[in-house]
């Protein structure tokens, strides 16, 4: 396999909402993530993927878009973005769009035109059927909850749209609309982008007949065609969101010979503490072996025919540390855990906005304090169904989006540092203690950790190439793996108990054996253990 820059490299993810914003309005900012990237390049980072920045009405904060090559108001002008480019780039960080082109904002341009008539020559860009016995089509129905199927009085038909209303989906059959898609993309590559975050995309060969949304079987040949069209000719990073990857499809994305994509993120191991078959609010305890396996199975699979992403979090998902550590006795403790973890794996690892300080959920009492689309249209559903307020709020503090998008907290003045003004969703009340500049005056913080990590990954090929074995005969609670490469071997152990879990390991040679280590030990004491709530550490066997 020929060497790639992404294989080596560490993702950063910038909300630019909830980042930092510059100009006091609330809301986070082009500037604000420019004045930042000193901050960025100390973590060590390579790229930064960006969540949209585009014009957008915001229905689902910026993945609604109106207009693909001009910027958000709120978060400045073209030229801030050129700015972004620059400076980022003379720090040696690119910056991955996020490209959300299974649907556009009903706001968009083309929308706008295709709703006007049967007739218009934009009709076909969007999905549009007659009634069925005068109801919905089918029954496909919306990630954000109620029917895929909208319907227009005005031309008597209904749109799909697979998640708002205010989303409605773009009919890629239409070669017309690829070749839009192909000349925006264009455009951000010829500004020197270092590649895109593609949204949803495996759900765009659907055949919505036939209820088929995602792995349709047009899909891959989109792909490369798209390969072919835009990005082949650059040396960029591409990374598709496919809730439906199992890791044989992966492979079709992520071979280099199929002239796809660099990777996909697969979901398979944030999906583990939901009830099968129901929804990401149907909560079930983790059952760490499963996550071994599940992880394991990935890490393996690929092989030299594909490239894994790695991550816990992102603007979905709530904070790892909530969600399956200790967020109030053991917060640094298992914040470090799940670093260590995931960063000494094979593949490219993605950090969410402050993940690297250790940012945790943050409760909500009432539906009114709660901005994210998919929580509040599912509250009122499951309201409308019967569910107690009390167990809705519940999923919601488990599993809402907010969780992940409060403000970065910067530091322990007002608002964390993150505006001057009324922010547009409450700060954490923990800023006080949680924020960046105490990570940075303490060299023992969940920041350095992180820091560390990444610079071992620069420095160490073990970390890129070698290869990735589970190991079994421990603990249940206890995730431990070796890395081979070259006549070397790294072991890498984090437990995810708080309970009593001992394990035995080969006497280390020397003391700089000891990689790195959630805990103070030292080197001797590493052979037989008892492990202390999240333990994590790394050393060479
Ligand atoms: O997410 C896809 C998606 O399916 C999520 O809505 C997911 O199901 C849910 O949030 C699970 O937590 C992407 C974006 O990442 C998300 O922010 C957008 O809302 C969505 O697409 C629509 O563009």
């Known amino acids: 396999m020929e060497m790639k820059w992404w294989q080596t490299a560490v993702v950063y993810q910038v909300y630019p909402r909830s980042f930092q914003d510059s100009d006091g309005d609330g809301i986070g900012d082009l500037k604000g993530i420019i004045r930042r990237l000193d901050y960025l390049e100390k973590l060590g980072i390579t790229a930064i993927w960006l969540s949209p920045v585009y014009q957008s009405p915001n229905d689902d904060n910026g993945y609604d878009i109106s207009d693909y090559q001009n910027i958000m108001t709120e978060f400045g002008t073209m030229d801030d973005m050129d700015e972004l480019i620059k400076q980022a780039d003379q720090r040696n960080i690119k910056i991955i769009m996020d490209l959300v082109v299974n649907h556009t904002s009903d706001e968009h341009k083309w929308f706008i035109e295709s709703r006007k008539s049967k007739d218009n020559p934009y009709r076909d860009y969007y999905i549009w059927r007659d009634p069925v016995n005068g109801d919905v089509p089918n029954s496909l129905r919306s990630t954000f909850s109620g029917s895929a199927w909208e319907y227009d009085e005005e031309s008597r038909q209904y749109y799909l749209h697979l ?83 199992t890791p044989e499809i992966a492979k079709l994305y992520s071979d280099p010979k199929r002239n796809e994509l660099s990777m996909v993120f697969q979901f398979e191991h944030v999906c583990l503490d939901q009830q099968q078959g129901k929804e990401k609010w149907d909560l079930k305890p983790l059952d760490v072996n499963e996550l071994k396996q599940v992880i394991s199975k990935w890490q393996t699979a690929l092989g030299d025919e594909g490239w894994n992403s790695l991550f816990w979090n992102n603007h979905d998902l ?140 620069k420095e160490n090929p073990i970390v890129v190439w070698g290869d990735f074995e589970l190991v079994t005969d421990v603990p249940e609670q206890v995730f431990m793996y070796l890395r081979h490469y070259e006549g070397q071997t790294w072991a890498v152990v984090a437990n995810f108990g708080e309970g009593k879990a001992s394990l035995q390991l080969p006497s280390l040679g020397q003391s700089d054996d000891v990689i790195i280590s959630n805990y103070a030990r030292s080197a001797a004491d590493f052979h037989q253990l008892d492990l202390k709530p999240y333990e994590a550490f790394a050393v060479k066997l």
């Open 163 to 245: 998640f708002s209303k205010k989303q409605p989906d773009l009919n890629w059959e239409n070669k017309r609309v690829r070749q839009e898609v192909w000349d925006m993309m264009n455009f951000w590559l010829e500004k020197g982008v270092g590649g895109f975050r593609m949204d949803v995309i495996d759900l765009i060969g659907k055949i919505p007949d036939e209820e088929v949304t995602g792995n349709g079987p047009k899909l891959h040949d989109y792909l490369q065609e798209m390969n072919r069209e835009t990005f082949g000719r650059y040396d960029v990073l591409t990374v598709g969101e496919t809730w439906g990857a």
């Open 318 to 457: 709530p904070r790892i540390v909530s969600r399956w550590g200790n967020d109030t006795t053991y917060r640094t403790e298992s914040a470090k855990m799940f670093a260590i973890l995931l960063h000494l794996m094979k593949g490219t690892p993605y950090i969410y906005q402050g993940e690297e300080i250790g940012m945790i959920n943050c409760p909500i009492n009432d539906i009114s304090e709660v901005e994210d689309i998919e929580s509040v249209n599912m509250y009122h559903e499951r309201l409308a169904n019967g569910y107690k307020k009390e167990e809705i709020i519940a999923s919601i503090n488990a599993k809402g989006r907010d969780n992940a998008r409060t403000p970065m907290q910067w530091d322990d003045t007002e608002n964390a540092g993150f505006t001057t003004g009324t922010p547009w969703l409450h700060v954490n009340p923990n800023y006080h203690e949680l924020n960046v500049k105490a990570n940075l005056e303490d060299p023992n913080s969940i920041f350095f950790c992180y820091q560390t990590l990444i610079q071992f990954r």
